[in-house]
T-cell receptor, first 116, second 113 residues
Framework: GDSVTQTEGPVTVSESESLIINCTYS????????LFWYVRYPGEGLQLLLK???AGQKGSSRGFEATYNKETTSFHLQKASVQESDSAVYYC?????????????WGLGTSLVVNP | EAAVTQSPRNKVAVTGGKVTLSCNQT?????MYWYRQDTGHGLRLIHY???????EKGDIPDGYKASRPSQENFSLILELATPSQTSVYFC????????????FGAGTRLSVL
């Protein structure tokens, strides 16, 4: 079945450093799945960070970027300079199907700790 | 602002007891979902609903029931709680299908002793 693999956490970085959280996927049931990054800040629910539905395109939000790479089946999350407020758990997900046949396949989540 | 509220936020239950987790959304979304997350697993779908009166089984429904009495409310019921149901539970709402943005509650941490 389809699956999502992401960097195992916790990932610890210092403020102003660059960040990359790896996400690779396996999509056997659909050629071009939709790809998502959700984030969960402490004490809050998950919220959508960014979504890309077209291979080769890049999504961006709050200084984070992720490019949908069909060749390497990857959707890595990057930020050039992290802030302490970026400390959170980040989830990569793959979407397939539409309507009643749609589903989301989730990665395990990557905990990010940004030290001041 | 879109809001999904879960209660309780923390719960300790005894094995064999009944547990009800509640979820309320003010988004006026048709669809609502219950997930659980455990170490070593991504979010796993337990039950979902397309609207008031509707409940559907997700990927891991065994041991759980769901109830959607209104557009706003969606409950997850553990009739006979077991230690294997110790987990963090998330409720979410959304429109159309899973490929559209889901809005999550803050989670309920359940411990079954």
């Amino acid at each position: 079945g389809d699956s999502v693999t992401q960097t195992e956490g916790p990932v610890t970085v210092s403020e102003s450093e660059s960040l990359i959280i790896n996400c690779t996927y396996s999509a056997t049931s659909i050629a071009y799945p939709n790809l998502f990054w959700y984030v969960r800040y402490p004490g809050e629910g998950l919220q959508l960070l960014l979504k890309v539905i077209t291979a080769g395109q890049k999504g961006s939000s709050r200084g984070f970027e992720a490019t949908y790479n069909k060749e390497t089946t990857s959707f890595h999350l990057q930020k050039a300079s992290v802030q302490e407020s970026d400390s959170a758990v980040y989830y990569c997900a793959l979407g397939e199907g539409v309507g009643d046949n749609s589903k989301l396949i989730w990665g395990l989540g990557t905990s990010l700790v940004v030290n001041p | 602002e879109a809001a999904v509220t879960q209660s309780p936020r923390n719960k300790v239950a005894v094995t064999g007891g009944k547990v009800t987790l509640s979820c309320n959304q003010t988004n006026n979304h048709n669809n609502m979902y219950w997930y659980r997350q455990d170490t070593g697993h991504g979010l796993r779908l337990i039950h979902y609903s397309y609207g008031a009166g509707s409940t559907e089984k997700g990927d891991i429904p065994d041991g759980y029931k769901a109830s959607r009495p209104s557009q706003e409310n969606f409950s997850l019921i553990l009739e006979l709680a077991t230690p294997s149901q110790t987990s963090v539970y998330f409720c979410a709402s959304g429109d159309v299908d899973f490929q559209n943005t889901l809005y999550f509650g803050a989670g309920t941490r359940l411990s079954v002793l």
